[in-house]
């Protein structure tokens, strides 16, 4: 029996594997109209955003008709402001006159403490102000990012996260990995009834300040000291307060990635960001590889080195995978999904594995292509 699962289904989501292989290979085009309460809808405080800024750029910005696409806006002293859109490479002086030392202080009075990676926020909001500090430890330059709660990304892998399997996203900075990590944390908390934890490392999830912003649901979250901490709190976690779930962002580190086999290993689903565009960085990287099952070099006797039809010498995956499913997200709306043993070992032999490819239409639809090749260039 099988089901047709849609991203708003409930059990019959469970009843259909979108990439376990049941049908002959083929690419299967299906399309998921998306109901009318998961329309995309965007806070983003802009105001809270814009008061930080001087008076001048503040003025400009409220009536740009571009505001809704910005990005950031760059302050570094002795050059003009600078602001950056979505979709728009380079960015647009924001006036001729240059940055002053008067205007970065006035800054940096309106935000949070920045903490040792020289990030700050602003309260209740998801705003994130990161520094550029000369040899003397004195801010020279600001990035002032803006950040959005955006909800209906989850549409994207709504079926996915009934199997209670560990997702791992990579992609490259500003594709929008954290907004669906805040997303996902709130429908698993308020629509499956899990107990969530995040590890807020620099509260780009939750916000800055003691009370998380209201983006993440009913989801509990745990903030680091240090940068250098954050696998030291994810075990912290696991241990004192239960979670079914753990979300964290950015695993960069072999100590991060340790944390999560061992949280992985005790029942615990995984929701993660690792830096990386494609399943190849990953696979390519000593630190984090051991997220995809770790690579090791193996040596074929003859007899099975001809079997294979391959050199003695061959790569092979080490251990099960710590995350189930890997999503590349090449575009805010255009993801490929891995079934990240499979991929893997397909990878290692030099052979393309079958992907999922899942995109939005002209009419804002969820289409999931199936058993696409893979060739880790584009499909």
Same mark, same amino acid.
């Given at each position: 029996?099988?089901?047709?699962?849609?991203?708003?289904?409930?059990?019959?989501?469970?009843?259909? #594997?979108?990439?376990?292989?049941?049908?002959?290979?083929?690419?299967?085009?299906?399309?998921?109209? =998306?109901?009318?309460?998961?329309?995309?809808?965007?806070?983003? !405080?802009?105001?809270?955003?814009?008061?930080?800024?001087?008076? +001048?750029?503040?003025?400009? =910005?409220?009536?740009?008709?571009?505001? !809704?696409?910005?990005?950031?806006?760059?302050?570094?002293?002795?050059?003009?402001?600078?602001?950056?859109?979505?979709?728009?490479?380079?960015? /647009?002086?924001?006036?001729? !006159?240059?940055?002053?030392?008067?205007?970065?202080?006035?800054?940096?009075?309106?935000?949070?403490?920045?903490?040792?990676?020289?990030?700050?926020?602003?309260?209740?909001?998801?705003?994130?102000?990161?520094?550029?500090?000369?040899?003397?430890?004195?801010?020279?330059?600001?990035?002032?990012?803006?950040?959005?709660?955006?909800?209906?990304?989850?549409?994207?892998?709504?079926?996915?996260?009934?199997?209670?399997?560990?997702? $791992?996203?990579?992609?490259?900075?500003? &594709?929008?990995?954290?907004?669906?990590?805040?997303?996902?944390?709130?429908?698993?908390?308020? @629509?499956? /009834?899990?107990?969530? &934890?995040?590890?807020?490392?620099?509260? @780009?999830?939750?916000?800055?300040? +003691?009370?998380?912003?209201?983006?993440?649901?009913?989801?509990?979250?745990? /903030?680091?000291?240090?940068?250098?901490?954050?696998?030291?709190?994810?075990?912290?976690?696991?241990?004192?307060?239960?979670?079914?779930?753990?979300?964290?962002?950015? %695993?960069?580190?072999?100590?991060?990635? $340790?944390?999560?086999?061992?949280?992985?290993?005790?029942?615990?689903? =995984?929701?993660?960001?690792?830096?990386?565009?494609?399943?190849?960085?990953?696979?390519? !990287?000593?630190?984090?590889?051991?997220?995809?099952?770790?690579? @090791?070099?193996?040596?074929?006797?003859?007899?099975?080195?001809?079997?294979?039809?391959?050199?003695? #010498?061959? =790569?092979?995956?080490?251990?099960?995978?710590?995350?189930?499913?890997?999503?590349?997200?090449?575009?805010? +709306?255009?993801?490929?999904?891995? /079934?990240?043993?499979? #991929?893997?070992?397909?990878?290692?032999?030099?052979?393309?594995?079958?992907?999922?490819?899942?995109?939005?239409?002209?009419?804002?639809?969820?289409? %999931?292509?199936?058993?696409?090749?893979? +060739?880790?260039?584009? %499909?």
């Amino acid at each position: 029996m099988t089901g047709v699962c849609v991203p708003w289904g409930g059990e019959a989501c469970r009843l259909f #594997s979108p990439i376990r292989r049941r049908f002959p290979v083929s690419s299967t085009v299906t399309s998921l109209a =998306l109901p009318q309460s998961s329309a995309m809808i965007v806070d983003d !405080n802009l105001s809270a955003f814009l008061e930080i800024l001087p008076r +001048d750029l503040r003025h400009r =910005l409220l009536n740009d008709s571009r505001r !809704n696409q910005l990005v950031e806006v760059i302050m570094d002293l002795g050059r003009p402001p600078e602001a950056r859109y979505l979709g728009e490479p380079g960015g /647009q002086y924001l006036r001729n !006159n240059e940055v002053s030392m008067e205007e970065l202080e006035d800054a940096q009075e309106l935000v949070g403490e920045f903490g040792a990676d020289n990030r700050a926020g602003i309260e209740g909001t998801l705003h994130r102000i990161s520094a550029i500090r000369n040899r003397k430890g004195f801010i020279i330059g600001l990035t002032c990012r803006v950040g959005r709660a955006v909800s209906g990304h989850i549409d994207m892998l709504y079926d996915l996260l009934h199997y209670g399997k560990s997702i $791992l996203f990579v992609g490259r900075p500003g &594709v929008g990995k954290t907004t669906v990590l805040r997303e996902i944390a709130r429908v698993l908390s308020d @629509e499956f /009834q899990k107990r969530v &934890v995040i590890i807020d490392t620099s509260n @780009e999830i939750g916000g800055d300040g +003691d009370i998380p912003h209201s983006a993440i649901g009913g989801s509990r979250r745990m /903030q680091v000291p240090k940068p250098s901490l954050q696998h030291k709190v994810m075990i912290e976690a696991v241990e004192n307060h239960m979670p079914q779930v753990i979300i964290v962002d950015e %695993i960069g580190t072999e100590a991060e990635a $340790l944390a999560c086999r061992s949280i992985a290993e005790r029942g615990v689903m =995984l929701i993660g960001t690792a830096h990386g565009e494609q399943l190849q960085n990953i696979i390519k !990287n000593p630190t984090l590889s051991d997220l995809i099952g770790g690579i @090791e070099t193996v040596t074929l006797g003859d007899e099975e080195a001809r079997a294979r039809r391959s050199q003695k #010498s061959i =790569l092979e995956r080490k251990a099960p995978p710590t995350f189930y499913f890997l999503i590349e997200m090449r575009e805010r +709306d255009y993801w490929i999904a891995h /079934q990240t043993e499979k #991929s893997v070992d397909m990878l290692l032999r030099g052979r393309n594995p079958m992907v999922e490819v899942r995109k939005r239409d002209e009419e804002y639809k969820v289409v %999931i292509e199936r058993w696409k090749a893979y +060739d880790g260039q584009g %499909i």
